[in-house]
Every structure is written in C-alpha cells, then in structure tokens.
C-alpha cells in the first residue's frame, strides 16, 4: 500500500489547534514536567511513551482527579501483563462522574432519545439524586465492594444510573443489551455470578415492541447468585412477583457516598466475542479506566462543558461505557435507544441535529450505508453543530471520507479510530490538532505506544504488520474472571510477542505517522460494532438436525462493507430450502442477535479442519478476501485441502 504524502483532506486552523485542550495541555506539561513545548503532537506523543510515569501523572493533575488516598508512585510494577499503576491510591469513577453537578445541576447530564427522536433531558442534579438514592438501596441489599451487579438493559438513563450507583458502591458492573438471547447473556453472567440483575420488560426496535419477559425468566432461573432483581417497565407491564419496582429504589433524596477503592479495584467486567469458547470477560479497573478515558475524552475527543457526545451503541459494547465515561469531562451525553436506520437510513443524523450533537460516533458501515441510500445530513438538517464525526467498528474506507468532507461539511474533523473491547479505549485515532488524511487514522494515542511488527518482532513502517502496544496501558485488563492462574489472559494477548500485546489486527503505520488499521488478523465477528464469536453461531445453527455442521465468516469488503456467509454442511437426505433457511435465520436472530443473521447461507460440501479438529476459519476469511490458496494457508495443518477448493472457486465467482 502507498503511503507516499497525499494532500490532506482537512486541515484544522489555527484557531482550533490553539484552543484545543491538547494544545493548552502540552504547554502546561512542559511548564511543569517536563513535556517538550515544540514539536506539536508528535513531540507530545514520543515524550508520553518515553516518560509514562511523568505524562501519567500530568493526565492526573490537568483533570484534577480526586484521590482519597495518595499514591505512592505512578507506575510500581511495568511488566505485563500485571502492570500496576498508582500502587497505595484509592479512588472513585463515579464521583468524578457526577462532579458537574456541583456547579451545573440544572443543565443537561443525559439527554434520552427513542425512535421518536424527541430528546428529553436528565439534569445533573437529578441524576446525582438517583444515584445517592440506588447506591443506597443496593447497600440496603447487602451490596458491597467487589460484588457484581448485572444489567440486561437498552441505552437509557436507567442504565447510567444504574452503572454509576454500583460504581459509587464500590461493586463491579456487567450489561448485556436485550437483543442478546438468553444463551449468550447466561454465557457472559453466569461466569461473574451476578448478586443484582437490572432488567427491563422489553424494547422497542424498528417500530416494534419486543417483549422480553421469558428471557428475563430464564435469566432469574439460571443465574443462582441473585438476591434481587429491578424491573425497569419500559413497555409498562406490571412488575413480575419477587422483583423490586426501579421508581422505589430511586425515589429518595439522598446524597451519595463514594467508597473510596484501590486505584486497581474492578470497575467492570466487558466481554470479548467467545470465537473459541466461553466469552472472555474481561476485567478493567476504576482507576484504570478513570484516567484513560479522561486522556482519550478530554485530549483526544476535545470534550468538555459546552459539548453534546452521541455514540450510537448499545450496553453489549464497549462504546456504551466509553460514552458514559463523557460524564467525566462534564459534557452532555446523548442516549439513544432504537434502530440505527428508524424510520429512514437518516435518523441518526436527525438524533444529531434534534440534541445539537458536537461530536457524532457512528460506525463506518452506517457511513457507507448513508452514501449508498443517498443520504444528505448538510441539505436536510442542520448539522452545524458537529465538529467532529467519528467511527469505530471497522475500518472507514477513503469512500467514507470523502463522502462526510462532502454531505456534512468540508470544516468537518473525521476521526477514524481504533481500539478494543480489551482496553476499553483506542490506540489510534482522534487528535484535534493533526490534519486528516484519506483512508487513515490521524496518529497513535497519547501514552500507547503502538507498533507494528513483523512475525519476528521487527517494526514495520508504510507495511502491513501485526498490531503491538510495547508499554503498558493503564486500562490494560486486571485479569479475566474465573482465570486464576493468568494462562487465559497471557495467552489472548503476550504468547506472541513475550512481554508485549499483541491486539489481533493488521495495521500499517505510515512514514508521517498516521495509522492504517486492515481489519482482524483472527476471526471475530464484528457486525455494526458488536462483536461476537463464531463458536455462539455454531452452538445455536447446529441443534438443528439438518444442520451437519457450519462456518461463519465475516469479510470485510473493498468498500467499506461487511459480507457474513454462513456455510452449512446438510446432514444426509436434507435440502437447503426456504423452510430451512428462515429456521436458520431465526434461530440465529431470536437465541443470539439480530445483527448475526447471516448475509447468505451456502450448503457446502464439508467444512474443512486444522489437524486438532478446529474449524478453518482465518484461512477461509482470507480465500474469500482474494488470497490465493498456496499464500492463505499451510497445506500441511489441513485435515482435506480438497474442500477449500470450494471456497477458492466461490471467490473467484464472487470476484
């Protein structure tokens, strides 16, 4: 690939690199310790991951974090995994969270927004007294420091609070949306052991209520841990017997009180996609997960007071907690709970205009679903308000680009950017000071230092190489759960590269530093953000007796799209009809999500295998992106190297 220097499609000017925080940050850095004053960004960024504990504890100062207790030194322990950072700090995520509302309690903290797309707001005051009141009540039950607390819950309100009441309590939040079929919310809770369970009675999706009353049944029958269980009525049903009412349990004005926890006290437990197992559930810290996304919110997304952030995600990805951590800079977040493309392909941007969004998260497939429908955000609505657009997901194609520099706004900062369910955060993306160049994430974050190597360790520049971080980072997982001897985790991320992480993406980093990141080097499933392993779609499409055996694959496509076949290997005597491809389909959207409903179902002759009896699915993946077979895999680790002949000539047809 070419990285030879393009103009740039968008430049900021000087007014805007002056006022931008990271600029007003750097000179205070190097006012007092000892950043480099010059240089711009690039100097910044080589002086963060040059002199970790220095940039980490400037982060801490600028953004006035509030330790109950001080630390001893800022990085005790750097080896990773196991990296141990503000050793003797305690801290709390929640009541920075709240720190508005001391001196704007009757502005906007959360503006809601449903498929009506009329926001109605919660203001700071108010979400603070639901916290102090839930906080209290969870105490009430017997809730303390490092119990879980579950949520089987959309993107609304009730969710934050919910989030930020556990947090003030010093117990350890998990949420799954409720999309997800009862299987893959058991496959996540079940290994936390949940003592409270946030649920609502169902959700409204396309225009239509989906009621969600048998799942949160079998949720109660099989998660054993569970003292209580909150019904949120969001459809208005009655509350089921033995559940607690939410309008009870935050009725009370109550002031809340923040446990104060040790910097590396679990904040909250994410998951990864399962592609070979049970999900990872990933654990990240309060303190970690604090500083991080003050850096990455604050610095690199430029927010503060005066903004309104939207994200479009839901409470099964990390984007939903990464847009609740925009509480901490003070800013309006933006809930929205419903179809991304409800009633049309443009309500997003209608949800943009309506709560005056200043920086607009989105996914780069919607981006290029709006280019296809004919969407004009800048003609149709006022969008003047945006600064920014940024995406996550996958990779935004030059396409994409192009097309929000033309149909939003030539002044419009594009912020492509990467990270992980992993870190909770990015490691390449957005910086308000750099120019934006086509196709390419603007340059790594602060305090990462990102690479990329080749299979021996040696660092690639302008080539394709694997993604590595070489110092740690403080929202780098404590541990999975239910890993008691670390071999889960260490293999996820250092069995590659001893010592380093090694995140499982193709990524290319250019001679002008900016970031080209090509997609998964392993096999997870990402469709419109969430990701989800293949293992969930084979456990659900092979209980049906027609089905022998399956494959999935999602392939990210030359523009900008996302193709997810399902092979299926038929049982003997059965046809791939209608009949049996609605069961498929249905299967998939009512035990897992509705967004792994596959693209097609082929019938294939076999599925073939590695010599251990795994499935082939990265080699695959690679056959249908155009890979000759002799470079998509080693002959010798294939059970039949005859069947991948098939996949091989359906490439070819597709192509």
């Known amino acids: 690939m070419s990285t030879v220097n393009p103009l740039p499609l968008w430049q900021p000017d000087p007014q805007r690199i002056a006022q931008a925080q990271i600029t007003r940050f750097q000179a205070w850095a190097a006012a007092h310790h000892g950043a480099p004053a010059e240089g711009g960004y690039p100097a910044l960024h080589r002086w963060s991951v040059d002199h970790l504990e220095s940039f980490w504890r400037a982060v801490t100062e600028w953004f006035d974090v509030r330790f109950g207790t001080p630390y001893a030194r800022v990085l005790g322990d750097r080896t990773m995994p196991g990296a141990q950072w503000f050793p003797g700090a305690t801290v709390n995520y929640a009541e920075h969270a709240l720190r508005a509302a001391a001196t704007r309690?009757?502005?906007?903290?959360?503006?809601?927004?449903?498929?009506?797309?009329?926001?109605?707001?919660?203001?700071?005051?108010?979400?603070?007294?639901?916290?102090?009141?839930?906080?209290?009540?969870?105490?009430?039950?017997?809730?303390?420091?490092?119990?879980?607390?579950?949520?089987?819950?959309?993107?609304?309100?009730?969710?934050?609070?919910?989030?930020?009441?556990?947090?003030?309590?010093?117990?350890?939040?998990?949420?799954?949306?409720?999309?997800?079929?009862?299987?893959?919310?058991?496959?996540?809770?079940?290994q936390v052991e949940p003592v409270v369970l946030f649920t609502v009675d169902g959700y409204r999706y396309g225009g239509k209520e989906h009621d969600r009353g048998d799942?949160?049944?079998?949720?109660?029958?099989?998660?054993?841990?569970?003292?209580?269980?909150?019904?949120?009525?969001?459809?208005?049903?009655?509350?089921?017997?033995?559940?607690?009412?939410?309008?009870?349990?935050?009725?009370?004005?109550?002031?809340p009180v923040f446990e104060q926890v040790p910097f590396d006290h679990p904040l909250w437990?994410?998951?990864?996609?399962?592609?070979?197992?049970?999900?990872?559930?990933?654990?990240?810290?309060?303190?970690?997960?604090?500083?991080?996304?003050?850096?990455?919110?604050?610095?690199?997304?430029?927010?503060?007071?005066?903004d309104r952030f939207f994200w479009y995600t839901s409470t099964g990805w990390m984007m939903w907690n990464f847009l609740v951590s925009g509480l901490l800079t003070g800013t309006t977040i933006v809930l929205y709970d419903g179809s991304p493309g409800y009633p049309d392909t443009g309500a997003q941007w209608r949800i943009a205009e309506r709560t005056g969004a200043t920086l607009f998260g989105t996914s780069a497939a919607y981006?290029?679903?709006?280019?296809?429908?004919?969407?004009?955000?800048?003609?149709?609505?006022?969008?003047?308000?945006?600064?920014?657009?940024?995406?996550?997901?996958?990779?935004?194609?030059?396409?994409?680009?192009r097309w929000l520099h033309d149909e939003v706004g030539d002044d419009l900062w594009i912020a492509s950017v990467s990270g992980g369910t992993d870190v909770c955060s990015c490691f390449a993306g957005a910086v308000p000071t750099l120019p934006v160049h086509i196709g390419e994430l603007q340059a790594p974050c602060l305090g990462t230092d990102l690479r990329s190597w080749d299979p021996e360790g040696r660092p690639l520049v302008d080539e394709v190489g694997e993604l590595v971080v070489t110092n740690p980072m403080p929202s780098m997982p404590l541990h999975f759960w239910n890993d008691p001897d670390g071999s889960r985790y260490h293999d996820s991320y250092f069995a590659v590269y001893p010592g380093v992480w090694r995140h499982g993406d193709w990524i290319t980093l250019t001679s002008r530093g900016s970031v080209i990141i090509h997609g998964r080097s392993d096999s997870t499933l990402n469709r419109q953000g969430v990701r989800m392993?293949?293992?969930?779609?084979?456990?659900?499409?092979?209980?049906?007796?027609?089905?022998?055996?399956?494959l999935v694959i999602g392939v990210e496509q030359p523009d900008g799209g996302y193709w997810m076949p399902l092979f299926v290997q038929l049982a003997p005597g059965a046809v791939l009809d209608d009949a049996l491809l609605d069961r498929i389909k249905r299967t998939i959207r009512e035990q897992l999500s509705p967004r792994h409903v596959p693209d097609e179902v082929?019938?294939?002759?076999?599925?073939?295998?590695?010599?251990?009896?795994?499935?082939?699915?990265?080699?695959?993946?690679?056959?249908?992106?155009?890979?000759?077979?002799?470079?998509?895999?080693?002959?010798?680790?294939?059970?039949?190297?005859?069947?991948?002949?098939?996949?091989?000539?359906?490439?070819?047809?597709r192509a």
């Open 269 to 306: 437990v994410l998951y990864s996609s399962g592609t070979t197992g049970l999900p990872k559930a990933i654990v990240q810290s309060q303190g970690g997960i604090l500083v991080e996304h003050l850096k990455q919110l604050g610095l690199h997304c430029d927010l503060g007071p005066g």
């Open 367 to 401: 981006v290029m679903a709006c280019r296809k429908a004919g969407v004009h955000p800048a003609r149709d609505h006022d969008v003047s308000r945006i600064r920014c657009v940024a995406t996550t997901g996958s990779p935004l194609p030059p396409d994409g680009f």
């Open 533 to 550: 392993g293949s293992a969930d779609i084979y456990e659900a499409v092979e209980r049906l007796p027609e089905i022998r055996e399956s």
């Open 602 to 653: 082929i019938a294939v002759p076999g599925v073939p295998h590695t010599l251990t009896g795994k499935r082939i699915e990265v080699p695959v993946k690679r056959l249908l992106q155009g890979t000759p077979l002799e470079k998509a895999v080693n002959p010798g680790s294939v059970d039949d190297l005859g069947l991948l002949r098939f996949y091989e000539e359906l490439a070819r047809k």
């Open 105 to 190: 309690a009757d502005e906007p903290a959360l503006l809601q927004v449903d498929e009506t797309h009329e926001p109605r707001p919660v203001t700071w005051s108010e979400l603070r007294r639901q916290v102090g009141s839930l906080a209290a009540e969870l105490r009430a039950l017997g809730v303390r420091p490092g119990d879980r607390v579950s949520g089987y819950l959309p993107n609304i309100p009730e969710a934050v609070v919910a989030l930020l009441a556990t947090a003030a309590v010093g117990a350890v939040w998990t949420s799954c949306a409720p999309d997800f079929g009862a299987r893959s919310v058991l496959d996540r809770f079940q």
């Open 215 to 255: 799942v949160v049944a079998e949720l109660r029958r099989e998660l054993p841990t569970l003292r209580a269980v909150v019904h949120i009525p969001l459809l208005g049903s009655a509350a089921p017997e033995g559940t607690l009412a939410w309008s009870d349990l935050t009725s009370a004005d109550v002031e």
